[in-house]
């Protein structure tokens, strides 16, 4: 009896010891991800609520600074964020049950559930609207250019039908590239609808959010409907911060409301199979082009690897709301963080907490040497005047000027500037920034333009510089006054002259001027404009290209 009395003391001794040394371990991990999240731990400050998952398990949740600056209501794991393009893979889940119970097929043309879309030379179908291939324009970019913005405008679904429906052109034929595009999820929205009998959101309730038990979201398709513990979008403004909300009623692509706790029972369902294994198991199948090169995107899911380990998930972004969600399903570990802020990048923040979990299974990957410290190499002035210019992307004819300033290369990507430190004579980067954004520039060739490789995060864009520009004269800009009609976004623009610098003028129109980057190629924030003129060498209008929705046609009037 003694003996056993002391093996029993030093078993449970032993059992003390690795519950306090797991704990102090927990503690050390969490202490890691709190400092990530220090900026906005406070109560003057918008933040973000999160939640960190294994094995089915919330290991750790919590909120940072306040969902709702004006009452002073803090963040928790329950409040209740628009998680913008995270919803994609709700959509594409009741499109795949919709499918599952036959009442569509994933190889319909789409036009048999939406007829008001135009037929382009080749059919669209519901597939290709669930992996991003089928080459429509996007819908926000063109509500935007016929004047909309996000936060003081309700474009009505109804318009939203009749702009896609006037689209005489696709960015290319379906299945040919891959290009994200709002329009096709919105476009499946509508199928689900109009295959079901029932809105996008109530069939989500009856197919998915109740059987798992979410009862915290919802598909927000009246912006006038009271929502308890939603959280305040908010963008940083110089004095503090303004609230940054959306009155859209699009579903599809976006517009579900959720928390991160109902987020985590949502995960637990590609594990536990309460939606079906096989409706799960499509969920995570790529998507291919007609070429056969399969794509990493799946069902509203992006599928790949990171650091030798497998992933699946998706990031959000709307009004002043982010979202990111990451799944490790060989090691059932996922990270969900929902932020009311716009400057808040939560897909980052979900890497650098696997970073911190999974430290002991990650490994470098394969042809990317680890960061290392950058230091700044001296360039004279002429060294980097020589590389400045106007330069365009080869693929998408996309402006990128590289100017002087504070001894750097300046670049205005998508209406922001990023300024860069020479790390060699030929390779400029951005030191200050939480993403590689690199310009490299080609070694010279006798008798062709100047070219460079753009890498901005993952996607690397080639470069080829215009010939230089003189300034244009009033005559020579007076050639572009005058109005400019478009049938496909239904809005007139009309280009003026002020202060010797070209504008534009329609609804909600940019403030700066147009820049020239070449002959009769201009540029403004993200929109570029590729001018072209008749037999007699008079302007007849112009092509606008801008992200999303390319060469769109205006004609003079």
């Keep these: 009896m003694k003996m056993k009395s002391i093996k029993a003391k030093i078993f449970f001794g032993f059992v003390f010891v690795v519950l306090v040394f797991s704990s102090a371990f927990a503690d050390e991990k969490t202490e890691k991800v709190d400092k990530l999240f220090s900026s906005w731990d406070k109560t003057s400050s918008p933040g973000a609520a ?44 009741c499109v795949a049950l919709l499918s599952q119970e036959g009442k569509i097929s994933l190889d319909d043309d789409i036009r048999k559930y939406v007829p008001e879309v135009p037929f382009y030379r080749k059919p669209i179908t519901v597939r290709h609207l669930v992996h991003h291939t089928s080459g429509i324009r996007d819908y926000i970019e063109l509500l935007s250019l016929a004047g909309y913005t996000v936060e003081g405008d309700c474009p009505t679904i109804e318009e939203t039908i009749e702009m896609l429906a006037r689209q005489k052109n696709l960015n290319f034929l379906p299945g040919q590239e891959w290009l994200y595009s709002n329009s096709g999820y919105f476009l499946l929205s509508l199928i689900v609808e109009r295959a079901s009998g029932k809105s996008l959101n109530d069939f989500a309730q009856e197919k998915i959010f109740r059987p798992l038990g979410m009862t915290n979201t919802h598909f ?153 410290e950058v230091t700044p190499l001296k360039l004279s002035k002429e060294e980097l005047e020589e590389k400045t210019g106007n330069y365009q992307d080869k693929k998408t004819g996309t402006w990128t000027a590289v100017e002087v300033k504070e001894e750097k290369l300046k670049v205005n990507i998508s209406g922001q500037e990023f300024l860069l430190s020479s790390v060699s004579q030929t390779r400029f980067q951005a030191l200050e920034t939480s993403f590689d954004l690199i ?96 037999k007699k060498k008079k302007i007849g209008g112009f092509k606008l290209s801008v992200g999303r929705a390319a060469n769109i046609e205006f004609i003079k009037k």
């Design 439 to 534: 310009l490299d520039f080609a070694k010279e060739e006798k008798g062709k333009p100047k070219q460079a490789i753009l890498t901005m995060r993952e996607e690397v864009i080639s470069l080829v510089k215009a010939p230089q520009l003189l300034p244009l004269s009033l005559a020579q800009l007076g050639e572009y006054l005058g109005e400019y009609q478009s049938a496909e976004l239904g809005v007139t623009y009309i280009v003026l002259i002020k202060e010797g610098k070209l504008f534009l003028k329609y609804r909600n129109s940019p403030k700066d001027s147009l820049k020239a980057m070449a002959p009769d190629k201009f540029t403004l924030q993200r929109m570029n404009f590729d001018f072209f003129r008749n």
């Design 220 to 372: 927000h398709d009246d912006h006038t409907l009271i929502v308890k513990n939603r959280a305040v979008g908010y963008s940083p403004t110089k004095d503090g911060f303004r609230i940054d909300m959306s009155s859209w009623e699009h579903t599809g692509d976006g517009a579900l409301l959720t928390t991160v706790e109902d987020l985590a029972l949502w995960d637990q369902a590609f594990y536990d199979s309460k939606l079906g294994k096989e409706i799960i198991e499509q969920l995570q199948i790529p998507g291919t082009l007609n070429s056969g090169k399969k794509l990493n995107y799946a069902f509203g899911l992006m599928v790949g690897e990171y650091k030798g380990l497998k992933t699946v998930g998706h990031g959000g972004s709307w009004a002043g709301y982010r979202a990111g969600m990451i799944r490790f399903p060989e090691q059932k570990f996922s990270v969900i963080c929902l932020s009311n802020l716009s400057t808040i990048n939560p897909s980052s923040l979900c890497w650098k907490i696997a970073d911190i979990y999974l430290a002991d299974k990650l490994k470098e990957e394969p042809g990317k040497e680890p960061k290392k």
């Design 50 to 93: 999160l939640a960190i998952i294994k094995e089915g398990k919330i290991l750790y949740e919590r909120g940072y600074g306040i969902a709702d600056l004006e009452h002073n209501v803090i963040l928790t794991p329950a409040s209740v964020f628009d998680i913008g393009s995270c919803s994609k893979q709700f959509t594409a889940a």
